[in-house]
């Protein structure tokens, strides 16, 4: 057992693997775009060295290059903007959130700290009969 460890390394607790995991970032569209472009010009391991990224996430950049560049033009906010639009899940119920924050809206009440909804009343809004659709099944 000491030739094993002796020969593939110490027992590393589970400290140790913790510390060698790389913390998550997120990169601005300007950034991203530029990363791009030193990609094109020299070569994606380049890029990834010199920006200290993996080259797969070099080469999804460059795959999303078309998006990227127009979320930049978009806007003054979209050069900061962080992650790509159509993400996540779906809503299921459309018409109900829409409902939901016209009715926010119109009822907020303004705290002299921040803003603030009963929550009673939203589920209120939400439970009432015309809002709620529940098919009755006969119990076979």
């Known amino acids: 057992m000491d030739r094993i460890q002796a020969a593939y390394g110490s027992d590393s607790s589970a400290e140790e693997e913790v510390e060698k995991l790389r913390k998550r970032k997120s990169y601005s569209t300007e950034w991203k ?18 920006f200290n990224v993996d080259r797969a996430t070099v080469r999804d950049w460059i795959k999303s290059q078309n998006s990227l560049s127009q979320i930049k033009q978009s806007s003054a906010a979209g050069k900061n903007r962080k992650r790509l639009l159509g993400g996540g899940r779906p809503l299921q119920f459309q018409d109900l959130d829409r409902e939901l924050a016209k009715w926010v809206r ?35």
């Open 106 to 140: 119109q009822n907020v009440r303004i705290n002299s700290e921040s803003l603030a909804v009963s929550s009673n009343n939203k589920q209120r809004k939400c439970l009432t009969p015309k809002r709620m659709k529940v098919s009755l099944c006969a119990a076979a």
């Open 33 to 50: 775009l530029e990363v791009v472009k030193h990609a094109r010009l020299v070569s994606i391991h380049s890029a990834s060295k010199k």
